[in-house]
């Protein structure tokens, strides 16, 4: 069973950059997600599934792996670039394009 080492990505209801600093270890799915018949509810017999590791570096996480021999897969987050607007901007002298309502 492979494990995936990443940094997480910010949600879509965040605003700041809080939880994506440190780096988390997951498990891959070695089993398919079953329909419970009764009430519909989807489940797996693999426990793995539910373990989250985080670490603050990860070189920490990928030690860890090597050291409990899981191989893991390392993927690298794309961090966006983030552009400073302060809300004045739109009324500035040096602004470009035409200001609307």
Known sequence: MTARIYRPTKTAMQSGTAKTRQWV??????????????????????????????FDSAAEAIAYAERQGIPYQLVDAKIPARRVMAYSDNFAFKRRGAWTH
């Open 25 to 54: 270890l997951d498990y891959e799915p070695e089993q398919p997600r079953e329909i419970d018949p009764l009430m519909g509810w989807s489940s797996s017999g693999d426990m793995r599934q539910q373990v989250r590791l985080r």
